[in-house]
């Protein structure tokens, strides 16, 4: 459907409307719906990249995210905004950072997987926290004695750190700075330490975690995302988790 420049014009500021009083991001398809259904993706699409252009050098941003598009503040007026808030950036636990780093970059992996990286027991109110944060989530069983459940990344994990894929995770020094920089966590995420006995083992020369990362199981009722195409190396890593047969 062909559309004049003022008809355009509204086109955006509908769109605009709609993204800046949104709580969550928005689909290009929700975005098409809010339009009346008159206009395909790739008008829609186009549409917000112009939008995008109209916000250069403002303090607001319009950016994609795993679930669709939403404005957000520059990263470098942040601080600014954090004057007014009355909490603290949470400080996440090594085991936190470990536990969700080993997730993210190696998914899908199973409790003893991630015990078995890091050498020492995995507390579960650090897997139930990070479930019930939206970050993580079930995506099948690994078919083996007692079906240990498969762990992988959400879009929500995406959406609050501001990206689109697992490709564009950063470097693993970093996605504590990241993380810091997501809507506050719960306490009880960021200050669970979920340390438990040492795995027997731990201390004897570790092998390379793996360069590429392993295959991701996805299922419709479930927001699984894709794996990154490689992983970052991961300190006193233990082993590399094997391949996996996987049922949902």
Avoid: C
């Avoid at 506050?184 to 795995?199: H, I, K, N, S």
């Amino acid at each position: 459907m062909e559309a004049s420049l003022d008809d355009i014009a509204q086109l955006k500021r509908i769109l605009e409307t709609a993204l800046l009083t949104s709580t969550e991001p928005l689909s290009v398809a929700d975005l098409g719906r809010i339009l009346g259904g008159e206009f395909g993706a790739d008008m829609v699409r186009r549409l917000l990249e112009d939008l995008r252009g109209d916000w250069q050098g403002k303090g607001v941003e319009l950016i994609a995210v795993a679930s669709g598009w939403r404005f957000q503040a520059r990263p470098e007026f942040q601080v600014y905004l954090d004057r007014i808030s009355p909490q603290k950036p949470p400080k996440y636990s090594r085991a936190v950072l470990e536990t969700l780093a080993i997730i993210a970059y190696r998914q899908p992996v199973t409790r003893g997987d991630i015990e078995a990286i890091r050498g020492v027991a995995v507390s579960p109110n650090i897997l139930k926290a990070l479930e019930g944060r939206g970050w993580i989530d079930v995506v099948g069983h690994r078919e083996v004695p007692g079906r240990p459940a498969l762990y992988s990344t959400t879009r929500s994990f995406l959406d609050d750190l501001g990206l689109r894929s697992l490709d564009e995770l950063p470097p693993l020094d970093d996605l504590g700075a990241l993380l810091e920089q997501s809507p506050q966590l719960p306490m009880d995420v960021a200050d669970t330490e979920g340390e438990g006995e040492v795995l027997e083992g731990e201390g004897e020369a570790a092998a390379a975690y793996p360069e590429e990362a392993g295959d991701v199981i996805t299922a419709e009722s479930h927001d699984a995302v894709d794996a990154p195409s490689q992983s970052p190396d991961l300190q006193e890593s233990q082993e590399a988790v094997g391949e996996e047969k996987v049922s949902t």
